[in-house]
């Protein structure tokens, strides 16, 4: 791995826009690697860049999560070529997911993927999520699944996954992950937190042995105006600054 970037160089090339995105990315990648999401270096999390051209912020290929600081992120186009210069290298393999979704969603700001134990548990189960905990309710509501297809390599698996996906904030990589796709950081995070904890909860349930109590349709057809009165409407904004302040009392390098 080579010598990151200064701080100073990178805020100084970039617009203040991208520079509060850039913290906000990283930050998001420190709180994947605390939960423990994280799957070492094989997993990704993208943001678009503020303006008018379709740039993408991207994690540096080899570095832990836990690693990761605003400078350096590493700045791409939709094939996945970096625009500007950077000591890094990203795995265009990794991008080969996000692309297709930043490419057919204007609302697709941030791109959450993760590995995790339990969703990836989940994922393998011929009926995904069930409808048996709060979570759950949540991510039923908006939630899409994609058939195996082998490690995302191939271009010609990007309209299937687009086409699967829809306008759904929830996508299940059957036999592979989650992942959540949302306006912005703060809420794709918070997407992310309910999914992996509706997958916890059923995997828990499933090994209790017991018969599962399933939920009412009914309240899975109201489930978001139910996020929205909780959240006071302002989805992941409302957990997200008590978020970076924990961030900033554990390791505050992640500004960096």
Request: hydrophobic share 45%; proline share 5%; glycine share 6%.
């Amino acid at each position: 791995m080579k010598i990151q970037q200064s701080v100073t160089s990178v805020r100084d090339q970039v617009a203040p826009g991208e520079w509060q995105q850039r913290v906000t990315l990283a930050a998001a990648y420190r709180l994947v690697a605390r939960f423990g999401w994280d799957d070492l270096v094989f997993t990704h999390l993208s943001a678009r860049v503020p303006g008018r051209d379709h740039h993408f912020l991207i994690n540096p290929y080899g570095m832990t999560f836990d690693e990761i600081t605003a400078s350096s992120l590493v700045k791409v186009d939709l094939d996945g070529k970096k625009v500007m210069d950077s000591p890094y290298e990203i795995n265009p393999a990794g991008f080969t997911i996000h692309s297709a979704i930043h490419a057919s969603r204007e609302d697709a700001n941030c791109v959450l993927h993760v590995h995790s134990v339990n969703g990836t548990a989940v994922s393998a189960q011929k009926d995904g999520v069930l409808p048996i905990s709060q979570q759950s309710i949540f991510v039923l509501s908006s939630l899409a699944y994609h058939d195996y297809e082998g490690v995302a390599l191939r271009e010609d698996e990007k309209p299937r996954l687009v086409r699967h996906l829809g306008d759904k904030n929830f996508f299940m990589l059957r036999n592979h992950g989650l992942i959540t796709v949302a306006d912005n950081v703060p809420d794709a995070f918070l997407f992310m937190y309910v999914f992996e904890a509706a997958c916890m909860i059923q995997v828990r349930a499933q090994a209790g042995g017991g018969e599962l109590i399933p939920i009412d349709p009914h309240i899975i057809a109201t489930a978001q105006q139910q996020a929205a009165a909780v959240t006071e409407s302002a989805g992941g904004g409302l957990a997200w600054p008590a978020l970076l302040r924990k961030l900033d009392r554990i390791d505050p390098s992640y500004r960096d």
